[in-house]
């Protein structure tokens, strides 16, 4: 029972955030790039001023699967980083996000030889 209201919360937080999300595509003008990164930089503040493990203990992939995630693990690594010096609290970010940075490229460009992309209409 405790996994399955693992998956609800995640579901549920998750859920939360896309809903946030379309919901600025709809009623603003912001393009789906602004949106983004203003997610990003939510998940950094929040990893900044330490909100971001509460969130995640309790939501688990539901916050961390989304962009905010990403925003969180390159503050983790730069925290880490900033410990051994200057230098590597500029790269140790990059470090921790290496792995997700390469599968996104690597299936983004599978899947841009398999489908036809479609500018949006205005």
Do not use: D, W
């Not at 995630?69 to 140790?92: C, D, N, P, R």
């Not at 398999?114 to 209409?121: M, T």
């Amino acid at each position: 029972m405790e996994i399955f209201l693992g998956y609800v919360k995640a579901f549920a937080i998750g859920g939360l955030i896309c809903m946030i999300a379309q919901i600025f595509i709809n009623k603003t003008k912001m393009t789906s790039a602004r949106i983004l990164v203003m997610f990003l930089l939510i998940g950094v503040f929040l990893e900044f001023v330490g909100a971001f493990k509460y969130i995640e203990e309790f939501a688990g992939a539901g916050i961390t699967i989304p962009i905010t995630g990403f925003g969180s693990t390159i503050v983790k690594g730069a925290k880490e980083g900033a410990k051994v010096g200057l230098f590597e609290a500029l790269t140790y970010g990059f470090r921790n996000m290496a792995g997700g940075l390469t599968a996104a490229i690597f299936f983004g460009f599978f899947f841009a030889l398999i489908f036809k992309s479609h500018s949006k209409k205005a």
